[in-house]
């Protein structure tokens, strides 16, 4: 079992930063597992955002966020970030984490088998 607690969202002006953490507990946390952020805004589905393999090695970003957000992950720590900047009103969203525990690395929510419960982000114009 995998627990992921999600912190770090708030209210800000558009241009402004913002760096999300996500706690892992339950498993060790490098243990192959992919993790990643998703976003769903009101009234719309919700959408891969970034994912960094076990090691950090590999990531990968939606284009939308591409040049703005950096995702990362300390192992010693249990923790994976999202370093946010220039944010857009567009950006208003709640975000969650995830974690894929067979190491795949994709941008398809479904193949993620744990989720945190969100942290909400909202961007002012």
């Known amino acids: 079992q995998v627990q992921l607690v999600e912190s770090g969202g708030g209210l800000v002006q558009a241009g402004n930063s913002l760096r999300l953490s996500c706690a892992a507990s339950?498993?060790?946390?490098?243990?192959?597992?992919?993790m990643g952020w998703f976003r769903q805004a009101p009234g719309k589905e919700r959408e891969f955002v970034a994912n960094?393999?076990?090691?950090?090695?590999?990531?990968y970003y939606a284009d939308f966020v591409k040049g703005r957000f950096t995702i990362s992950r300390d192992n010693a720590k249990n923790t994976m970030y999202l370093q946010m900047n220039n944010l857009r009103p567009e950006d208003t969203a709640v975000y969650y984490c995830?974690?894929?525990?067979?190491?795949?690395?994709?941008?398809?929510?479904?193949?993620?088998?744990?989720w945190g419960q969100g942290t909400q982000v909202t961007v002012s114009s």
């Open positions: 960094i393999n076990w090691n950090g090695g590999i990531t």
């Open positions: 995830a974690t894929d525990t067979s190491g795949q690395i994709t941008t398809r929510g479904n193949n993620y088998n744990y």
């Open positions: 339950g498993r060790t946390f490098s243990s192959y597992a992919t």
